[in-house]
């Protein structure tokens, strides 16, 4: 039996909240590189305004979950033992897909390096720098607090795209500082639409075999990872992700391994987790 919450609608309160919070930070991020500030300074300010959905989420937790911890709510999402084939799984699934845009990307450039990095040490930089910037920041919140608390009441498979069109508008602002206009940045848009609700519906199926939140960190950060240090033309970069990512997607709908994303039906409300074959 789960608690009476205060919040009606906590799901929607937590995602117009980091909103809320996102846009003035992402404007004090775009401040900051105008005024010429050093380029360590702004991506500081740019991992902290990615950790605006953490930041709604702690403001909420005590009105979503009266008289539990937070502390202790942390800890549970990262309780469960690791399974060695969903990690390899994930991770061969996105080395495919990078080495396939690598390869797309390479016959069709011209530069010199297809690479955006030069040395180990960027590299090092880049990936920890992704690290902050976006896995760790933000799914405590998105993943571990909006999908599950929407797989109460709905199939995983539609939590999932619910959730994920609305993680994909949360980044509506970052879209119009990539220098692209008119129908490029609305073929932009679309495809990193459809990138993001697929990676999405990949991040809750290897979540929920696994029930534990280092999956879906280590999903987001190769996606950004991967994608961040191909030196290629952006608008080619996020169609070929787009591509790739939602082909997984519609094999994993197919196959609903474990029935992972459909195939129960729900009865009252926490029902659905307890009854599936993944859960606890």
């Not at 933000?138 to 999932?160: I, T, V």
Request: with cysteine.
């Amino acid at each position: 039996m789960f608690r009476e919450k205060k919040l009606k609608k906590p799901v929607a309160s937590f995602i117009v909240l980091t909103n809320i919070i996102f846009l003035p930070l992402f404007c004090l991020v775009g401040a900051i590189s105008m005024l010429g500030f050093p380029s360590w300074v702004i991506d500081v300010m740019f991992c902290i305004s990615a950790w605006s959905s953490t930041f709604a989420f702690v403001i909420l937790f005590k009105k979503i979950y009266p008289g539990q911890s937070f502390i202790q709510f942390v800890k549970d999402k990262f309780n469960n033992k690791l399974k060695f084939s969903v990690i390899l799984t994930t991770i061969m699934i996105q080395t495919l897909i990078f080495l396939m845009i690598l390869y797309f990307v390479s016959k069709n450039s011209d530069v010199d390096s297809i690479f955006t990095v030069s040395s180990w040490g960027m590299l090092i930089y880049f990936f920890f720098k992704s690290l902050l910037s976006g896995p760790l920041g933000e799914e405590l919140g998105w993943r571990g607090f909006a999908q599950l608390e929407l797989q109460k009441k709905n199939s995983p498979l539609k939590a999932s795209i619910i959730i994920g069109f609305w993680w994909g508008m949360w980044h509506l602002p970052i879209w119009f500082t990539t220098g692209l206009v008119g129908i490029d940045l609305i073929k932009y848009i679309l495809f990193f639409m459809i990138a993001i609700m697929s990676t999405k519906i990949v991040m809750t199926a290897c979540y929920n075999l696994n029930q534990n939140l280092i999956i879906p960190i280590i999903i987001h950060q190769f996606f950004n990872f991967f994608i961040g240090i191909i030196n290629g033309n952006l608008l080619d970069l996020i169609m070929y992700n787009a591509i790739f990512y939602f082909g997984v997607a519609v094999l994993i709908i197919i196959i609903n391994p474990n029935n992972v994303l459909y195939g129960k039906e729900e009865t009252t409300e926490g029902e659905y987790l307890k009854s599936t074959s993944y859960s606890k």
